[in-house]
Every structure is written in C-alpha cells, then in structure tokens.
C-alpha cells in the first residue's frame, strides 16, 4: 500500500494550492479518504474527509475555504485550499481507511507566508 501526496510548496497569504494524493494497493472506491495537518508542536488534526464523490466534512477552521474531492478513476484525492492563512502552515497527510484498515502518506509541507 503507498500514498503519495504532491502539491505542496510556499505561497503568500490569500493564495491557493492544490494538493494530490495518489494511492495503490488500496481498493480506492471504497475507502474513506482524509488529509490531516500538522503544526510544529501541535497534535494531528483532521482537515478533511471524504465517503463519497457527494459527501464530505470538514473541520471548522477551514469551512468555506478548502474543498477535497476525489477521482475514482485516477484513484487519488485532492484537497483544494484557497484563501490560505499563516495559521494553514504544516505538513499535511493524507489517510486512508478501508475496511478499518488505515495508510498515510509520508506528508508534504504547506508554508504560508505572512
């Protein structure tokens, strides 16, 4: 099983990134799939999550601002950050669950500068 996210990188305040995770050896249509952040010196928290192409959730903070989304076909999920704020700086993970089973990816950095 991998994960693989890409997309990372330094942006200004206010800009976007879009960040891809790809996964194998995983049945990828019917996992739930997640990106989770880190801070330095703070806990993993959940960023998003998504069941289904239609059914998603996220945590308050970046409600309005972020949207994942996933490609079945291309078997990777994405998460769109618009409006980026110096507090979004971490690593961000991506998560699987399938069948209660669960994979991360290895994390790739988001820094935003102020």
């Known amino acids: 099983v991998q994960l693989v996210e890409s997309g990372g990188g330094l942006v200004q305040a206010g800009g976007s990134l879009r960040l891809s995770c790809t996964a194998s050896?995983?049945?990828?249509?019917?996992?739930?799939m997640e990106w989770y952040r880190q801070a330095p010196g703070k806990q993993r928290e959940l960023v998003a999550r998504?069941?289904?192409?239609?059914?998603?959730l996220y945590a308050d903070a970046v409600k309005s601002r972020f949207t994942i989304s996933r490609d079945n076909a291309k078997n990777t999920v994405y998460l769109q950050m618009n409006s980026l704020k110096p507090e979004d700086t971490a690593v961000y993970y991506c998560r699987s669950d399938t069948a209660g089973k669960d994979y991360w990816g290895q994390g790739t950095q988001v820094t935003v500068s102020s």
């Open positions: 050896g995983i049945i990828f249509r019917s996992s739930v």
């Open positions: 998504i069941f289904t192409p239609h059914v998603t």
